[in-house]
């Protein structure tokens, strides 16, 4: 049996699976697409279907050409849907067995995802001083950055979308995090989570109607 249609061209996926693997360039992908309705409908297919690397065209985490994947919704106008998928994943996808990781961990591809995941942010854009903000998984942690700076991440409320986040006391209304945010000393970071999707919350973002060049300004 040869290879699918949909994998010609590609290694270790498929055209479904590396669609969305050029968040450095998401606004012309999304224009190309048809607009972000026609980009929410392509990823509700992808996340529909039943994950096969070589022949199918579902979600597969297990590797790295489908990790930001899930992070796509955010830039569509849509962060509740990755607050709902991400979660899932870490959930299906991880666990505490020796077998626990979902694949070949690349050189810690793999470990590194479900920690960025787990702390309810991952870097979707190559070279851009930022973070988008997702589910965090514990109720605190600590980072400590090579400069001396810290940055602690609380979570309350339970279940797993987004109903406010604080800025050091301040309500931050956009899903995107630049680094410059994180000043000198300590930051605070507080996620109010919920079991119902707040569709008001953080759509205040630079999607793919917005020029990605100004991310690390907002």
């Not at 995941?117 to 600590?142: C, D, E, H, Q």
């Given at each position: 049996?040869?290879?699918?249609?949909?994998?010609?061209?590609?290694?270790?996926?498929?055209?479904?699976?590396?669609?969305?693997?050029?968040?450095?360039?998401?606004?012309?992908?999304?224009?190309?697409?048809?607009?972000?309705?026609?980009?929410?409908?392509?990823?509700?297919?992808?996340?529909?279907?039943?994950?096969?690397?070589?022949?199918?065209?579902?979600?597969?985490?297990?590797n790295e050409?489908?990790?930001?994947?899930?992070?796509?919704?955010?830039?569509?106008?849509?962060?509740?849907?990755?607050?709902?998928?991400?979660?899932?994943?870490?959930?299906?996808?991880?666990?505490?067995?020796?077998?626990?990781?979902?694949?070949?961990?690349?050189?810690?591809?793999?470990?590194?995802?479900?920690?960025?995941?787990?702390?309810?942010?991952?870097?979707?854009?190559?070279?851009?001083?930022?973070?988008?903000?997702?589910?965090?998984?514990?109720?605190?942690?600590?980072?400590?950055?090579?400069?001396?700076?810290?940055?602690?991440?609380?979570?309350?409320?339970?279940?797993?979308?987004?109903?406010?986040?604080?800025?050091?006391?301040?309500?931050?209304?956009?899903?995107?995090?630049?680094?410059?945010?994180?000043?000198?000393?300590?930051?605070?970071?507080?996620?109010?989570?919920?079991?119902?999707?707040?569709?008001?919350?953080?759509?205040?973002?630079?999607t793919a109607?917005?020029?990605?060049?100004n991310l690390?300004?907002?």
């Amino acid at each position: 049996m040869g290879p699918s249609p949909f994998q010609y061209g590609f290694e270790e996926g498929n055209t479904a699976q590396y669609t969305f693997m050029v968040p450095f360039d998401y606004p012309r992908l999304f224009a190309s697409m048809g607009g972000d309705e026609k980009v929410v409908e392509r990823l509700n297919e992808l996340f529909g279907k039943q994950a096969d690397s070589q022949n199918g065209g579902g979600f597969n985490i297990s590797n790295e050409h489908d990790f930001v994947a899930p992070y796509a919704y955010v830039f569509a106008g849509m962060p509740w849907r990755t607050q709902e998928i991400v979660p899932q994943i870490l959930k299906e996808g991880f666990n505490t067995t020796p077998g626990g990781l979902p694949g070949n961990d690349d050189m810690g591809a793999t470990s590194g995802l479900y920690i960025w995941n787990a702390l309810g942010m991952y870097p979707a854009i190559p070279g851009v001083s930022g973070l988008v903000l997702g589910t965090p998984m514990f109720r605190k942690a600590v980072v400590h950055f090579g400069d001396g700076r810290i940055l602690i991440i609380h979570a309350s409320g339970s279940g797993s979308y987004v109903q406010k986040v604080f800025l050091d006391n301040a309500p931050y209304p956009s899903s995107w995090l630049a680094l410059s945010k994180i000043h000198a000393g300590t930051t605070e970071l507080q996620f109010n989570l919920g079991a119902k999707a707040n569709t008001d919350w953080g759509n205040p973002y630079p999607t793919a109607h917005r020029p990605f060049e100004n991310l690390d300004k907002k």
